[in-house]
């Protein structure tokens, strides 16, 4: 890979690996760390890449595999708060929504995370996450029915988002 490629690699997915690692690890030094370790992944790689298609699920299964490592490490530090979440919604609503997408277990998070934030198709999710098409499918549909249990015991109650109400 020429650093012309490189560079322009960097500019078209940077930010993409970082929200994906963010979103597994829910740390932003962490998420720093395995964007810069996929990057470094990147451009130590031998081959080509058949398409940009081919190079960005490439770097997502890459994310999601550092992503893993980082939350099996023993130096893993306590969970940021959600509070500390620096990612960008429209209003009130859309908050509340990202905030009971996050508090959702990573085995749920990562592929409400992919297929409706970063618009990749059910296949795509499946292959950058390793797992069948049928278990993402599954997994998705759980955790629509989590998220609507949720948010809809908050409309009811009228009160802030609680972590409890997703997680057991």
Do not use: C
Request: proline residues 4%.
């Amino acid at each position: 890979m020429t650093n012309e490629a490189f560079e322009q690699a960097v500019r078209d997915y940077a930010n993409t690996i970082y929200r994906v690692a963010r979103h597994a690890v829910k740390d932003r030094g962490e998420a720093e760390d395995v964007t810069q370790t996929v990057l470094l992944r990147l451009y130590q790689h031998p081959g080509a890449f058949e398409s940009p298609e081919h190079m960005k699920h490439w770097l997502l299964r890459v994310a999601v595999n550092e992503s893993r490592k980082v939350l099996r490490s023993a130096w893993r530090k306590k969970i940021v708060p959600l509070e500390d979440w620096d990612g960008t919604v429209e209003g009130p609503e859309e908050q509340g929504v990202l905030e009971a997408v996050m508090a959702l277990e990573a085995k749920y998070r990562l592929p409400v995370y992919l297929y409706y934030y970063e618009g990749l198709s059910v296949q795509e999710v499946a292959a950058v996450l390793g797992a069948n098409v049928s278990t993402i499918q599954t997994r998705l549909q759980r955790a629509r029915d989590k998220l609507k249990i949720a948010l809809t015991e908050e409309e009811k109650e009228g009160t802030p988002y609680v972590r409890s109400q997703i997680v057991p």
